[in-house]
């Protein structure tokens, strides 16, 4: 079973920075895609930044210029940085992983969520 356990979240004024991390573990033969979403109360998960184990990022237009999607592919963690936060930002983000594993197959695996609050 693949397990993905985010961190980063909290609280930050508008204009500020976070860097949510995310690990993933388990019995994988390969991570194809990582990525993160959010959620944001009364609306729909939406997607915020995916990035391939090729290095093939794709990112939202809402946060592109302000948040940067990376991975450490030796970690099986993806990172999110992100600046010039705003107050529209405020959501819960999940981490997704995507691949094979050896025990299941193919997955498609969810955090748990790490609530990120952007407020003066």
């Known amino acids: 079973q693949v397990q993905l356990v985010e961190s980063g979240g909290g609280l930050v004024q508008p204009g500020g920075s976070l860097r949510l991390s995310c690990a993933a573990s388990?019995?994988?033969?390969?991570?194809?895609?990582m990525g993160w979403y959010r959620q944001a109360p009364g609306n729909q998960r939406e997607l915020v930044a995916t990035?391939?184990?090729?290095?093939?990022?794709n990112t939202a237009d809402s946060v592109k210029g302000r948040f940067t999607i990376s991975r450490d592919n030796a970690k099986n963690t993806v990172y999110l940085q992100m600046n010039s936060l705003k107050p529209e930002d405020t959501a819960v983000y999940y981490c997704?992983?995507?691949?094979?594993?050896?025990?299941?197959?193919?997955?498609?695996?969810w955090g748990q969520g790490t609530l990120v609050t952007v407020s003066s």
């Open positions: 997704n992983a995507v691949g094979r594993s050896w025990v299941t197959g193919a997955f498609d695996a």
């Open positions: 990035i391939t184990n090729g290095g093939t990022t």
């Open positions: 388990g019995r994988m033969f390969s991570i194809y895609v």
